[in-house]
């Protein structure tokens, strides 16, 4: 039992060990020898609490900080205890740098090659305490390809967080910024200096010189203290503008293809890909065919559609195409991913056409095509499918029949719906202009009987809602049926002085009904009226 507890042990130690790694990555691969560049190491070892060997740095960089950073990561639904070593390093010498493995407890983190260039030399005129540097990857460009600017803005002075620079904004070019500022530090002239460098991606739209125009930076400048508690708290306000950039724009070249759409990429690749297999389709299965078209130094939305040509026997079912942009080190990666179900008609064998795509390689300044070759389709018998039968000499005949079929139905149920329609007509005329409607709710019997039993009750409260109740179904209204009986008014008088007053828990309702019983019919001459004569405007 002791040996399984300390092989379950090993066991769980070695699952650890497989998981925990140590990381390291740089924030960019190539600097000049007066710059400085971010080195991360990170791991997921909560056991670990040394920090990592540095030492064998020290003959190859300047080391000017190291900070710890330890954070919480989700991933497949569970947290995860990070921990990030961010080191400050800035090269020795120039050309290819290596750094070294380095080493946390039993872990070491895999070499990473650096290209570090010479120092430039900077002039006098760039000593001021901001000032701002503009430059393109390429000083021509084919239209609508891709021209990487770099702005960088150097200052040697602290800067509070208040710092904006002016939008991009060009008329005559698509502009894409390429992922967030990055800053590190540079030493010009003796002079250390903080670098912020932003990126944008331009794909001019015209032929021609197109001038980059200035970009202007305000940031405000953190002034010294000089012993002073309150110093620190008041700068200078500072505007820099970028110099103006003209660049030159290459039309279409002329030996490109009219009809085919402008593709100006470095680089452009074509694949496809097949669930199942494409070799196992089945007559009735779909096969799904996936079609991706990738190019660096365009947008997703400058690649054109995949076209594929039909093929008897095959039905296409498309998707919508998937657009994905990718921000790489020299620039913008384009992809269009098309998705498409095949479904074969009939057993056999199927050629898919080639797929070609042209394109202009901007790199080797050269046409070039991308092409999938044809593919053979060999889609066999499915089994759950019935395949039709063959038809006999009559079977022209028997499709005529079939064919005609649906019509003679139709008809049928068309006459029979005509007969139907004349006949409840016919009936409809019999019936009288105007039916009497049965009259709903309660009658005036079982509205007298309420009546009754309310005022033999004695219950006053009762008595009223029955007495309006059988009122609103007489020809008059209960004010005109005591007008014109006195025993009925004077019993009125005494359910309404018990209904407001004291005296209501000793009413009588037996005069009242009296009252209703004997209430006399209406006399038909009170309602003598010439003809057409109109009604009182204000009636009684």
């Not at 890909?273 to 190019?295: C, I, M, N």
């Not at 054109?304 to 790489?328: A, M």
């Amino acid at each position: 039992m002791m040996r399984l507890m300390t092989l379950v042990f090993l066991l769980l130690l070695a699952c650890q060990a497989s998981a925990s790694i140590l990381v390291a990555r740089v924030d960019r691969t190539q600097l000049s020898l007066d710059e400085t560049v971010e080195l991360t190491l990170e791991t997921n070892d909560v056991t670990v609490f040394s920090k990592p060997d540095l030492q064998p740095l020290d003959n190859l960089f300047k080391v000017f900080g190291t900070r710890q950073v330890n954070q919480l990561s989700g991933a497949n639904g569970e947290a995860r205890a990070i921990t990030q070593w961010l080191i400050t390093l800035q090269p020795r010498q120039a050309g290819y740098v290596v750094i070294p493995p380095l080493q946390l407890g039993d872990w070491s983190s895999e070499p990473i090659t650096l290209h570090v260039s010479e120092s430039s030399a900077e002039g006098s005129d760039k000593l001021a305490p901001i000032f701002i540097d503009a430059s393109l990857d390429q000083d021509s460009v084919y239209v609508q390809a891709q021209v990487v600017l770099t702005l960088r803005i150097y200052h040697s002075v602290s800067l509070y967080d208040d710092s904006t620079l002016s939008p991009l904004q060009m008329s005559d070019a698509l502009v894409e910024r390429l992922g967030e500022p990055r800053t590190y530090e540079k030493d010009i002239n003796g002079i250390r200096h903080g670098v912020i460098e932003i990126r944008y991606a331009l794909f001019p739209q015209k032929s021609g010189t197109l001038t980059i125009p200035a970009q202007l930076f305000s940031a405000t400048t953190v002034a010294p203290s000089n012993g002073d508690y309150y110093g620190s708290r008041f700068g200078r306000s500072m505007q820099v503008k970028s110099p103006t950039i003209p660049l030159l724009v290459k039309p279409k070249p002329a030996e490109y293809p009219a009809d085919a759409p402008w593709l100006p990429a470095s680089n452009l690749t074509l694949v496809e890909a097949w669930s199942p297999d494409p070799q196992d389709a089945e007559l009735g299965e779909a096969l799904t065919r996936s079609l991706l078209l990738k190019a660096e130094g365009l947008t997703s939305t400058q690649l054109p559609p995949i076209e594929s040509p039909q093929v008897t026997g095959l039905r296409r079912y498309s998707d919508q195409p998937s657009l994905n942009n990718e921000v790489t080190d020299n620039g913008v990666s384009g992809s269009r991913e098309q998705r498409e179900a095949l479904v074969a008609a009939r057993a056999g064998d199927l050629l898919l056409p080639a797929v070609e795509l042209v394109w202009w390689n901007t790199t080797e300044d050269r046409l070039e095509r991308s092409t999938l070759p044809e593919r053979a389709l060999h889609v066999a018998e499915n089994p759950d499918i019935q395949q039709p039968t063959i038809e006999s000499p009559d079977a022209p005949q028997s499709r005529d029949q079939a064919r005609l079929w649906p019509w003679q139905l139709s008809s049928a149920v068309l006459a029979l719906s005509t007969l139907l329609g004349f006949g409840l007509w016919l009936r409809a005329r019999s019936q009288p202009a105007v039916i009497r409607t049965v009259q709903s709710g309660p009658t005036p019997r079982s509205l007298l009987d309420d009546l009754k039993r309310a005022c033999l009750a004695n219950d006053t409260q009762a008595t009223r809602h029955a007495l309006d109740a059988w009122a609103r179904q007489q020809p008059e209204t209960l004010a005109d049926m005591a007008a014109r009986f006195v025993p009925l008014s004077d019993a009125l008088d005494g359910l309404n002085g018990a209904l407001y007053s004291e005296t209501g828990q000793r009413w009588q309702g037996e005069a009242l009904w009296q009252a209703i019983q004997n209430l006399p019919t209406a006399q038909p001459a009170s309602v003598e009226q010439e003809t057409g004569a109109l009604p009182p405007l204000y009636p009684r």
